[in-house]
């Protein structure tokens, strides 16, 4: 029964349930018809000694008992505090709806990963910070991922390692498949949109590696936008869609990336339901959530969502 429940109602709904009317109920617990209306309006809230006799004589018991008396007294209480306990309860139900919802797998914890599981394809600025757009591939399943690195379908490095989550993040930890040259780690925004597609907003917040180039770890604070590509059942490897995906993949000039949205997925609707956006100019917005460049007067890296 909701605290916020109308006892007036809940009344009316017993003891039609017995087929009585009002003024037929009101003469059955020795009540007069105006008494009982003034109750029914909240004019007059009941006693609980009243709420008592009233749910015997409507053959209440159990929980249906608790929650008629419940609402009685709540019907007895300043409505200050009937505010407060609304309030109260409607944050109750959407913890528990959040709960639910991860629990049925659309969150960030079935199977560990859970709905990040699938095929993404990450957006960032390049590392060799000439103002170009890399697109890579990454994919996550049951706490492991991987990382392609392409360029039109020709695969330059790869990675492998694991994510995790942790609240409202994901961290990424891969190693380079060439003897562990380098290590990269990801921490993503869980930004996704349950209604699918969805994205991630993450930051690759270290580089390091085991020889002369990299002695320490590189804070790199490159900004990525990882956007859902499919499930592995949609993209299964070996697929003719996943070797599409993959011939698109690459560095591109900003003005050129439009000719390297999948359209196999959709049109653009895909990323723009994805980025939240509407009409406005598509490579715009994805430039302005990953450039890493600073800005006029900034003095270090922009490294946050706009």
């Not at 009941?46 to 008396?69: H, Y």
């Not at 919802?101 to 199977?111: N, Q």
């Not at 339901?273 to 715009?284: F, H, N, P, R, Y």
């Amino acid at each position: 029964m909701e605290l916020s429940s109308d006892f007036g109602d809940l009344l009316s709904v017993q003891v039609r349930r017995l087929d009585l009317t009002m003024a037929e109920f009101a003469g059955k617990v020795g009540l007069s018809a105006s008494t009982l209306s003034r109750v029914r309006t909240g004019a007059r809230p009941p006693t609980q000694a009243q709420a008592e006799r009233w749910a015997k004589a409507l053959v209440l018991d159990g929980e249906a008992r608790n929650d008629f008396i419940a609402a009685a007294m709540m019907a007895r209480t300043p409505s200050a505090v009937r505010e407060k306990l609304r309030q109260a309860e409607a944050h109750a139900r959407d913890a528990n709806s959040e709960r639910a919802r991860l629990e049925a797998g659309y969150g960030s914890y079935r199977s560990r990963t859970g709905f990040h599981d699938g095929w993404w394809l990450t957006y960032s600025m390049s590392f060799r910070c000439d103002g170009r757009v890399q697109r890579s591939l990454l994919h996550l399943s049951g706490g492991e991922a991987s990382l392609q690195v392409r360029d039109t379908g020709m695969l330059l490095y790869s990675y492998h390692g694991t994510c995790e989550p942790l609240g409202d993040k994901l961290f990424v930890r891969v190693a380079e498949d060439r003897g562990s040259a380098e290590y990269v780690q990801i921490t993503a925004h869980s930004l996704f949109d349950l209604s699918r597609p969805s994205l991630l907003f993450g930051l690759v917040c270290g580089i390091s590696g085991k020889d002369l180039r990299h002695p320490v770890s590189y804070p790199a604070a490159a900004r990525m936008i990882l956007l859902h590509a499919g499930s592995d059942e949609v993209l299964a490897p070996g697929s003719g869609q996943l070797a599409r995906l993959e011939a698109c993949l690459g560095s591109y000039k900003p003005r050129a990336l439009r000719a390297f949205w999948p359209s196999f997925l959709g049109d653009d609707d895909h990323l723009r339901t994805a980025l939240g956006i509407g009409d406005q100019s598509l490579e715009a917005e994805v430039l302005a959530r990953i450039d890493n460049r600073p800005g006029e007067g900034d003095l270090v890296l922009r490294a946050v969502l706009g």
